[in-house]
């Protein structure tokens, strides 16, 4: 049963990863076609800060189940929203700090694959 559970977790951040991934690849082929290939890597990079620290929460977050483990779950999930949000601004600085991609690329890949997340929920709620 815990596997199951765990199981079920995993295979929904992977659905949700896929879905910031594609809306990101849309988005960054957009402003490419619109502007020029630096545009492209902005935005990649913009989503990029969001996908990764997603997927270490989903990591964390997922790795134990059961009810014996209760404490430990929410321990883990906690553990995980700590290190999105660290990654998240650690990504997030480095990639303005030491790259010159556009800014207005940087930020529309990342509220783009935020915003998915945000309406993944909605999206998905038939499977859950």
Do not use: D, H
């Not at 992977?14 to 082929?29: D, I, K, N, S, Y």
């Not at 134990?64 to 430990?72: D, E, F, L, P, V």
């Amino acid at each position: 049963m815990t596997k199951t559970l765990t199981n079920a977790g995993k295979q929904l951040a992977v659905r949700l990863l896929r879905a910031q991934g594609t809306a990101l690849f849309l988005v960054a082929c957009s402003f490419s076609l619109a502007t020029s290939y630096e545009y492209f890597w902005g935005v990649v990079g913009g989503g990029i800060v969001v996908m990764i620290p997603t997927a270490l929460f989903a990591w964390r977050a997922f790795a134990q189940g059961g009810a014996r483990s209760a404490q430990q779950i929410v321990g883990n999930f906690f553990a995980g929203q700590a290190l999105k949000m660290s990654f998240t601004v650690i990504l997030l600085v480095a990639l303005l700090m030491f790259t010159s991609l556009p800014l207005v690329a940087v930020c529309s890949g990342y509220i783009t694959v935020l915003i998915v997340q945000w309406v993944a929920p909605i999206l998905f709620l038939k499977s859950t």
